[in-house]
């Protein structure tokens, strides 16, 4: 991975298409297995409680109603996790080193939900215009994809290689996609943002 996502985003019951702007929003970190560290893991009622007053105060009790926070330890190159629709969101307990980090990464991952919430069938990019909105609105406007905090690399290597057939421009893969997956920069140039057949990404090499 070219760089450490801050996130990885579960999307649930995804549409049957997956249109991605460029190589890096493509590129995947593969949960690593869970360690022997004593590291607490769980749901943090504190952390929900916060996270519903700042949901209500955006006027979204349906996701008040529903979201959850939870600690993972076997997050260890990622800061944070967000999966919707369930409204759950991971937290790697290594934020607790670093002052303020626990607080902005909750509100980086809470932004793509709402994102995501707000957008509905909309297709939408992972950081796009929706998700700065959304940080702007929990107060951290200006908000970077992708953190620099000194966690542990997890480097897998990706041998499958995808291009478009118009633009050609080339996808690392570590696993084959599930779905049919589109150019989202030529779905949006030539099929305003919808899914065509035209730009779907083609195997390369390492079938």
């Known amino acids: 991975m070219l760089d450490l996502s801050q996130l990885s985003f579960d999307f649930g ?44 105060k955006l006027e979204l009790p349906g996701g008040a109603k529903l979201v959850t926070v939870t600690w ?31 607080d902005r990464t909750l509100k980086h991952e809470l932004a793509h939900l709402i994102a995501y919430h707000r957008s509905g069938r909309r297709r939408i990019e992972p950081h796009g215009r929706e998700w700065r909105a ?47 997956t589109a150019c989202l920069q030529c779905c949006n140039r030539h099929a305003g943002g919808r899914y065509d057949g035209r730009f779907r990404l083609v195997l390369m090499s390492g079938a």
């Open 72 to 102: 993972n330890a076997r997050l260890r190159s990622t800061a944070g996790y967000a999966r919707y629709p369930s409204w759950a969101i991971e937290l790697n307990p290594r934020l607790r080193e670093f002052e303020g980090q626990v």
């Open 134 to 180: 959304a940080c702007a609105e929990l107060g951290i406007a200006g908000e970077a994809a992708h953190h620099r905090l000194p966690l542990p690399r997890n480097e897998v290597e990706r041998k499958l290689v995808y291009a478009c057939p118009s633009c050609q421009t080339p996808v690392q893969r570590v696993r084959k996609f599930r779905r049919p």
């Open 13 to 56: 019951a995804l549409p049957r298409w997956l249109p991605f702007r460029s190589v890096r929003e493509l590129e995947t970190v593969e949960t690593p297995p869970s360690s022997d560290e004593s590291v607490a893991d769980g749901r943090d009622e504190a952390l929900e409680e916060q996270t519903r007053e700042m949901l209500l």
